[in-house]
């Protein structure tokens, strides 16, 4: 997961007087988490998401005490900040999995043209069948580009009629 500290902090310095916060994973609207600064005047708690995440802080009994920030703990840098009452959301980035890995395409070793080999008798002539190569088959399909020939025909734009009988033999 992607790590988060979300810095809690109070200036009055006892607490968020009942100002809760709850981590909520976007995709599925579900709790991750929730917590409250219960006193002093600074605290922290761990934050965990891979997608999208919104932090929302409640009012309290003195929301102008309450301020918060999030920073992403790999880079230090600060995502998000706030105060009672206020909500963010952090994204952090899909990871991309590595690419997979391909083979070239295997091909059949060259074939050579069918030959035909007669043996020299002194009795009666021997008749030799050539013998054929399979063929081989290209990896890649082939694409004809050549457009597709449309009827020579004249195809009515409408057809009036009034009932069924007449719409389907004009069909």
Known sequence: CQAYTLNMMDSYGDGWNGARWTWMEDSTNTYADTGTLTS????????????????????????????WTIIEDDTGAE??????????????????????TTSPPTTAPPTSPPTATASPTTSSPTTV?????????????????????????????????????ELNSSI
């Not at 013998?131 to 057809?159: E, G, I, K």
């Open 40 to 67: 002093g005047d600074s605290g922290t708690a761990p934050l965990c998401g891979g997608g999208c995440y919104t932090l929302m802080v409640g009012y309290g009994t003195f929301p102008n005490e309450v301020s």
């Open 79 to 100: 995502e998000a900040s706030g105060g009672a009452g206020e909500s963010a959301t952090v994204c952090s980035a899909v990871r991309p999995s590595p690419l997979p």
């Open 129 to 165: 069948s050539p013998t054929t190569a399979s063929p081989t088959l290209s990896p890649v399909p082939t694409v004809s580009l050549q457009p597709t020939q449309l009827p020579s025909w004249p195809v009515p734009m409408s057809v009036d009629v009034s009932n069924f009988a």
